[in-house]
C-alpha cells in the first residue's frame, strides 16, 4: 500500500525559509507530476507547484520567485523549498502523486504557520 508522508512544516517567521519534502513509501511506479498543494483555514485547496517527470515546473503566482519545487525520482521524493515566506502562506501543506493510469495519491499534509 502507497502512502505519501510529508515532513519539514513547522513554525517560522515572516522573510525565512522552510523545506518541506514528501516520500513515498510502498511500490508506486511511473509517477508523472508531483504537487504540491496547500488549505488555509476557510478556504480551498489550492495547487501551489507542479514538477513533471522531465522536470518541468509551474508555480501559482502567488508563490513565484519565492518557492521552487524539486523532485528525487530514485527516491520517489519531492521537496518545496519554501525562501522569504509571507503570514499568508500559513496553511497545511499537501503532496499528491500522479501516476499512470489516472491514480492520484494524497499525503495527509503537514502545518506550515508564518508568524509576521
Known amino acids: 500500500q502507497v502512502q505519501l508522508v510529508e515532513s519539514g512544516g513547522g513554525l517560522v517567521q515572516a522573510g525565512g525559509s522552510l523545506r518541506l519534502s514528501c516520500a513515498a513509501s510502498g511500490r508506486i511506479s511511473s509517477v508523472n507530476t508531483m504537487d504540491w498543494y496547500r488549505q488555509a483555514p476557510g478556504k480551498q485547496r489550492e495547487l501551489v507547484a507542479t514538477i513533471t517527470s522531465g522536470g518541468s515546473t509551474n508555480y501559482a503566482d502567488s508563490v513565484k520567485g519565492r518557492f521552487t519545487i524539486s523532485r528525487d525520482n530514485a527516491k520517489n521524493t519531492v521537496f518545496l523549498q519554501m525562501n522569504s515566506v509571507k503570514p499568508e502562506d500559513t496553511a497545511v501543506y499537501y503532496c499528491?502523486?500522479?501516476?499512470?493510469?489516472?491514480?492520484?495519491?494524497w499525503g495527509r499534509g503537514t502545518q506550515v504557520t508564518v508568524s509576521s
Open positions: 499528491r502523486f500522479n501516476a499512470l493510469g489516472l491514480i492520484s495519491y
